[in-house]
């Protein structure tokens, strides 16, 4: 009994000071985040452009933005943005994580060159290839070959997979680096084992690589899927929504609701939807991720 009591203080003595260091930031969340949340909540449900003082409408906002087509359509566009984003991101990022996770000199060298993207703020990404993909001035007049000397970011049916592929080469370096990282946590001994039993280098990537990668999957997955529903200012620089609104996400349809139709109480529905529906995808990857969290990610050893 008296070892129960000893064990209990021990318990609380190690996580009692932890709670407490917790405090601060927690604070700073609900002060930066969970406020304003709720702020968008209420402006949601008036009439304001913006200056005046807001007037409560019900839900008058709600009715008239979830039947705009114009919603609709921004909606449909930022989810074919997230799983396309998905699609592309994740087994180039893989790919390219697991070969730079090897130690060969010249893997270092290509993994600077792999990763300037970083370097680089997303608006002035968006100018560079909107100068780049110009008909008239860009990398197909320059070169003289037809099929990209067409009006990439003009054309309603190529803009969206052109925001898409900028989006890629943005952000795939991070994503890279974070397998990279994972791949390098695996233990050699499974390769060893592996060699012995006489796998090669396709089937250890499935059986080993990619099952120890789990975790880092999901984390990937879920910074992909969250964050593409939050991209403004690229595609904002990039395309402005156009041409027509066949590259007008939902953040973008948010903002030129609100700062130029000076509709604040619709921008602020758009932007109440738009953080159920990230909410929405994480605890779905974070279900997924506790399902096996029980698992050993070094089973065997």
């Known amino acids: 009994m008296t070892q129960i009591t000893k064990a209990g203080a021990a318990r609380r003595r190690r996580t009692g000071p932890t709670l407490w260091m917790a405090v601060p930031s927690l604070a700073l969340f609900a002060v930066f985040a969970l406020l304003p949340l709720f702020g968008v909540i209420v402006l949601s449900f008036t009439s304001w452009d913006g200056l005046g003082t807001p007037a409560w409408t019900g839900i008058d906002n709600w009715s008239r933005v979830l039947a705009d087509p114009t919603t609709h359509n921004a909606l449909w566009l930022s989810l074919i943005v997230v799983v396309t984003a998905w699609l592309v991101q994740t ?12 130690h060969q000199r010249y893997r270092n060298v290509l993994s600077i060159l792999y990763f300037l993207p970083l370097l680089f703020s997303s608006a002035a990404i968006a100018i560079a290839f909107r100068s780049l993909l110009d008909p008239n001035f860009g990398v197909g007049a320059a070169t003289g070959l037809r099929w990209l000397s067409q009006d990439w970011l003009g054309n309603p049916q190529l803009a969206l997979g052109v925001v898409v592929f900028v989006i890629g080469w943005s952000f795939i370096p991070f994503h890279s680096l974070l397998y990279q990282a994972g791949v390098r946590q695996i233990p050699a001994t499974l390769y060893e084992a592996a060699r012995l039993d006489g ?82 995808i994480s605890l779905i990857l974070n279900g997924i991720a506790r399902s096996h969290r029980m698992d050993s990610q070094q089973e065997g050893l």
């Open 91 to 102: 087994p180039i990022s893989l790919l390219l994580g697991v070969f730079m996770a090897g």
């Open 199 to 280: 796998a090669n280098a396709w089937q250890a990537f499935w059986q080993i690589t990619v099952p120890q990668l789990r975790n880092t999957i999901v984390t990937s997955s879920t910074l992909i899927l969250v964050g593409s529903l939050t991209y403004f200012d690229l595609v904002y620089v990039l395309t402005q929504g156009g041409p027509g609104t066949s590259t007008r996400i939902l953040p973008l349809h948010m903002y030129l609701m609100g700062f130029r139709s000076f509709d604040m109480g619709g921008a602020s529905v758009s932007a109440v939807i738009l953080v159920l529906v990230g909410l929405s």
